[in-house]
């Protein structure tokens, strides 16, 4: 089936500092990402959907300009953390659309600052 | 934001017991979903609803699109230690998996050998 990949796994960074995760459709072209942000036994909350060659769209709440995405081609999206503090800390997932099939989520990305 | 009402919220169960969590909505969805996840990884779809009384199964589990489309229900039967997990129910308003998805808080399984 179809394989979303988010990279890093985990990282650990240090407050004030930006952390960049990719999240990659390896064999399939996805118009449509989306992500979301866990926290511990909690639900997967949206935080922005993003279309590839467009801005992204962002949920009431979700600052702009500290998650900044970018979906620059038909395989790869971005979600930089920006001057990241220790609240920042949470589990991001990203998942991918193909016209015509289900949505695939990656296997999220652990962020822990420090 | 929507938020699906998703409950138990966890389940304690031992090895061979049927397990059924349910999820529900003070709004209408045309899409149901119901997603595992395992510690530290995404959710993995299990089952996929797209009409009102749709009743599907895939191996032990069965999930039904309640009548009202404000409901949905999974049911695991004869449960095996390798179903312990997270189970969530999504809900989408497009006609299909794709678009965005609406989830519950999560049911929490844990299976006694």
């Known amino acids: 089936g179809a394989v979303v990949s988010q990279h890093p796994s985990w990282v650990i960074c240090k407050s004030g500092t930006s952390v960049k995760i990719e999240c990659r459709s390896l064999d399939f072209q996805a118009t449509t990402m989306f992500w979301y942000r866990q926290f511990p036994k909690q639900s997967l909350m949206l935080m922005a959907t993003s279309n590839e060659g467009s801005k992204a769209t962002y949920e009431q709440g979700v600052e702009k300009d500290k998650f900044l995405i970018n979906h620059a081609s038909l395989t790869l999206s971005t979600l930089t953390v920006t001057s990241a503090h220790p609240e920042d800390s949470s589990f991001y997932i990203c998942?991918?659309?193909?016209?015509?099939?289900?949505?695939?989520f990656g296997q999220g990305t652990r962020l822990t600052v420090v | 934001g929507q938020q699906l009402n998703q409950s138990p919220q966890s389940m304690f169960i031992q090895e061979g017991e049927d397990v059924s969590m349910n999820c529900t909505s003070s709004s209408i969805f045309n899409t149901w979903l119901w997603y595992k996840q395992d510690p530290g990884e995404g959710p993995v779809l299990l089952i996929a609803?797209?009409?009102?009384?749709e009743l599907t199964s895939n191996g032990r589990l069965t999930a039904q699109f309640g009548i009202t489309r404000k409901d949905s229900f999974l049911n695991i039967s004869a449960s095996i230690p390798s179903d312990v997990g997270i189970y969530f129910c999504a809900g989408s308003r497009t006609g299909s998996t794709l678009g965005r998805l609406y989830f519950g808080r999560g049911t929490q399984l844990t299976v006694w050998p």
């Open positions: 998942s991918a659309n193909a016209v015509g099939t289900e949505a695939f």
């Open positions: 609803l797209y009409k009102a009384g």
